[in-house]
């Protein structure tokens, strides 16, 4: 079992549609970092959290340290927030990443 | 926008070749990662620096080395490539506590 799931795998949704993507982790954290990965395979770091809320633009990240859980929503979604979503444990202490195995979304107009 | 460099972006090589991935980063951070990521699976950590001639395996093991002479390049060898290399290597920096920041990635593909 891996240490950082995520859910769903894959999402299709309609153009303006609300979107909640979950992160579930098993190991100790200082924190938690939500990750784009576009098609050509870069990657751009949209969040790092280690309590509450953050939001950027139409995206907004929650932990809830507690439960061992992290959502990413994007609010009024469009076709080019399709990407691999992907989430990351930074283990304490260590500085060492963790990632989860990704969420595929496509957005169609 | 990241200054995190990697070169090449592509590459095909047979069995058997000596290749070297450079990843170099303009913005003086002294942490640095390799990490491969096979198609539609996650990334994991292969090699790790906190600072010049400090260099630390990763949680896959890996028939790479890495070298940290200077602060702003982390090159990544392979002794003699093999099919099983193919795969995806993406270098990342970060200072201590900050998001890390990712290279474009080097797709290898080995016949």
């Known amino acids: 079992k891996n240490e950082v799931e995520q859910s769903p795998q894959n999402l299709t949704a309609q153009e303006g549609e609300f979107i909640t993507i979950n992160c579930s982790y098993s190991?100790?954290?200082?924190?938690l970092h939500w990750l784009q990965q576009h098609p050509g395979g870069g990657i751009v770091s949209l969040f790092m959290?280690?309590?509450g809320k953050k939001k950027h633009g139409r995206l907004i990240a929650t932990i809830n340290i507690q439960e061992k859980h992290s959502s990413l929503h994007i609010t009024a979604s469009h076709p080019r927030d399709s990407a691999v979503y992907i989430c990351?444990?930074?283990?304490?202490?260590?500085?060492?990443?963790?990632f989860g195995k990704g969420t595929k979304l496509t957005v169609n107009p | 926008e990241a200054d995190i460099y990697q070169t090449p972006r592509y590459l095909v090589i047979g069995t058997g070749k000596k290749i070297t991935l450079e990843c170099s980063q303009t913005?003086?951070?002294?942490?640095m990662y390799w990490y491969q990521q096979d198609p539609g699976m996650e990334l994991h950590l292969i090699h790790y620096?906190?600072?010049?001639?400090?260099?630390e395996k990763g949680d896959l093991s890996s028939e790479s080395t890495v070298s940290r002479i200077r602060t702003e390049h982390f090159p990544l060898t392979l002794e003699s490539a093999r099919p099983s290399h193919t795969s995806q290597y993406l270098c990342?920096?970060?200072?201590?506590?900050?998001?890390?920041?990712f290279g474009p990635g080097t797709r290898l593909l080995v016949l």
């Open positions: 990342a920096s970060n200072r201590p506590g900050e998001t890390q920041y």
């Open positions: 959290l280690s309590s």
């Open positions: 190991v100790g954290i200082s924190a």
């Open positions: 990351a444990a930074l283990e304490g202490g260590s500085e060492k990443l963790v």
């Open positions: 913005m003086g951070h002294d942490k």
């Open positions: 620096s906190y600072g010049v001639n400090s260099t």
